[in-house]
């Protein structure tokens, strides 16, 4: 009894650690491009079949007729904006409205880096 008890509880919080966290996209109604629990859209880069560059190209490429995707960065949910118009409104007009930048590049690594917006995702 012990056992089954420990079994049940030990795949509830895999659900809720691992599983539940990719919902996150489709309770506000996102398209998100294919991806597997826990590892999200970085599956590919975790098996060396593809570098990071080569990800965001591929996550770019399956939302091509959407304004924005959205990706799972492992299991935290990420936006990918694919439209030009949408780019110049959230980085130019809207900036100080979207707070949650993450910071990609440390300070110190690379000036002409740490200058630019792509610094921030």
Known sequence: MIGF???VLALSLLYYFAIRP???WSKR??????FIP???????????KESIGEMIQRCY??????RY????LFQFPALMITSPELVKKVCVKN??????HKNVIPDGI???LTKNLVRYS
């Open 5 to 7: 008890t420990l079994f």
């Open 22 to 24: 990719h919902n996150y």
């Open 29 to 34: 109604n996102v398209k998100t491009n294919k």
């Open 38 to 48: 826990i590892f999200g859209d970085y599956y590919r880069m975790i098996l060396g």
């Open 61 to 66: 490429h399956e939302a091509e007729n959407l």
């Open 69 to 72: 995707v959205g990706c799972y």
């Open 95 to 100: 900036f100080d409205h979207f707070m949650n």
């Open 110 to 112: 690379d000036d002409l």
